[in-house]
């Protein structure tokens, strides 16, 4: 970049807990379900308590702590990669209000 070299990472959620990073992008995936957008559904995210119901479950537990590991690693920069059709523009209102930003790619 003009900026300079970058030194670029490719790793997993798990083996870069404890660290500290620059940026980081975190990448839907499938396990048992989307887990940004059962993050998102539940209510994390967007500033809403979960229901009980909705936040009960040990797949959902699992997936919100590897997200927070995640978002708690960089120092300027967390970027979530979602599929647009996993996101309501009900749910993008209710995150753009809480100061995210979204960007189609």
Do not use: N
């Not at 660290?19 to 957008?37: M, Q, R, S």
């Not at 970027?79 to 930003?101: K, N, P, V």
């Amino acid at each position: 970049t003009p900026q300079g070299d970058i030194d670029l990472e490719v790793a997993t959620i798990h083996s870069v807990k404890g660290e500290t990073l620059e940026a980081v992008l975190v990448l839907t995936t499938f396990f048992h379900g989307h887990d940004l957008k059962a993050i998102i559904e539940s209510g994390y995210l967007r500033g809403v308590r979960p229901t009980p119901q909705k936040a009960k479950g040990k797949i959902l537990a699992e997936h919100v702590k590897r997200i927070h590991v995640a978002m708690t690693r960089p120092r300027r920069l967390v970027c979530l990669a979602i599929r647009d059709d996993h996101i309501s523009t009900e749910h993008r209102t209710e995150m753009e209000a809480l100061g995210w930003s979204f960007q189609v790619v």
